[in-house]
């Protein structure tokens, strides 16, 4: 069973940093690209970041670019999002998704994890 | 402001047959797959459709997704109770050095 288990998300400041990690576990995690994907309280479904499963290849939202950087250990099956420079709008549920193939450009998500709650407040 | 546009509500009586719209340009569905994904209240979203048409295991074939152009659609048969949630077409787009954009999102009620 493919699981997907996200953590680190909290209270912030703006200006502030966080960490996110999502453990996979149920598949062959190395074989995959991974996303990050986002969802402001109230709103709709922002993309965040891609990385393939392959070559390490990353894409990211302009909103975030230059802020945010996706990574993974294929040895640990973890997917994270450092993220820097947190704003007020970075405020929301981040959610780790796996993707159906293992390149960037992405055939769809078919495994979500629950989600971490991001707060950028004073 | 998202590349995708949908309508922001749809509804339907049970055994009713509904369609969600999905209005793109060519750097997205003109040029790529779409696929659709279903947000019930509280929960993550789930993949419903992927390659436009394709159906993961496991969705019922109430669902059902076609592509035209620059469009796709989502069409729900058969409308259930359980089917009250939030609708999203998706794609990779080629432009701003590539990116995956979700639609606006559609509600989905059912009367």
């Known amino acids: 069973e493919v699981q997907l288990l996200e953590s680190g998300g909290g209270l912030v400041q703006p200006g502030g940093s966080l960490r996110l990690s999502c453990a996979a576990s149920g598949f062959a995690f190395s074989s995959y690209a991974m996303n990050w994907v986002r969802q402001a309280p109230g709103k709709g479904l922002e993309w965040v970041s891609i990385?393939?499963?392959?070559?390490?290849?990353?894409y990211y939202a302009d909103s975030v670019k230059g802020r945010f950087t996706i990574s993974r250990d294929n040895s640990r099956n973890t997917l994270f999002l450092q993220m820097n420079s947190l704003r007020a709008e970075d405020t929301a549920t981040y959610h780790c998704?796996?993707?159906?193939?293992?390149?960037?450009?992405?055939?769809?998500?078919?495994?979500w994890g629950q989600g971490t709650l991001v707060n950028v407040s004073p | 402001q998202s590349v995708l546009t949908q309508p922001p509500s749809a509804s339907g009586t049970p055994g009713q047959r509904v369609t969600i719209s999905c209005s793109g340009s060519?750097?997205?569905?003109?040029?790529?797959?779409v696929n659709w994904y279903q947000q019930l209240p509280g929960t993550a979203p789930k993949l419903l459709i992927y390659r436009n048409d394709q159906r993961p295991s496991g969705v019922p074939d109430r669902f059902s997704g076609s592509k035209s152009g620059t469009s796709a659609s989502l069409a729900i048969s058969g409308l259930q109770s359980e089917d009250e949630a939030d609708y999203y077409c998706?794609?990779?787009?080629?432009?701003?050095?590539?990116?995956?954009?979700f639609g606006t999102g559609t509600k989905v009620t059912v009367l």
């Open positions: 990385i393939s499963g392959s070559d390490g290849s990353t």
């Open positions: 060519s750097s997205n569905i003109g040029s790529k797959t």
């Open positions: 998704a796996k993707d159906i193939g293992s390149t960037v450009e992405t055939l769809g998500f078919d495994y």
């Open positions: 998706a794609a990779w787009d080629d432009s701003l050095n590539g990116r995956y954009v």
